[in-house]
């Protein structure tokens, strides 16, 4: 079964921070192809939208411009997580967050490139 677990989210006020994780067992990772993961937000009434991606090999990043200076994302090839540091959190931030996983070797930071996806964890960011 291919599983990818989002966990860290929850509420914070204005400038503060907050990890994201998101695992993938092993099989997934082969059974599906994964040749990267990105994170993606959905606020109310918005359509959901890329925030950062990297690949399993040579963990290249890339993010949204609205959070390329505040948020990190890294990978743990060993343990199959990738992890989303994000800082100086802003109301705008809140969301759900999703990891998805993508097997296209050529990313484009668009919904429609990525295969399977988390059930979404709650970041709430309060003023």
């Known amino acids: 079964q291919v599983q990818l677990v989002e966990s860290g989210g929850g509420l914070v006020q204005a400038g503060d921070w907050m990890n994201l994780t998101c695992a993938a067992s092993?099989?997934?990772?082969?059974?599906?192809?994964?040749?990267?993961v990105g994170w993606f937000r959905q606020a109310p009434g918005k359509e959901r939208e890329f925030v950062a991606r990297?690949?399993?090999?040579?963990?290249?990043?890339y993010y949204a411009a609205s959070v390329r200076d505040r948020f990190v994302i890294s990978r743990d090839n060993a343990k199959n997580t990738v992890l989303l540091e994000m800082r100086n959190l802003k109301p705008e931030d809140t969301a759900i967050y999703y990891c998805a996983s993508s097997s296209r070797a050529v990313l484009r930071p668009y919904v429609a490139d990525y295969d399977y996806w988390g059930q979404g964890t709650q970041v709430t960011v309060s003023s």
């Open positions: 092993r099989q997934t990772r082969q059974t599906i192809n994964s040749f990267a």
């Open positions: 990297i690949t399993w090999s040579g963990g290249y990043a």
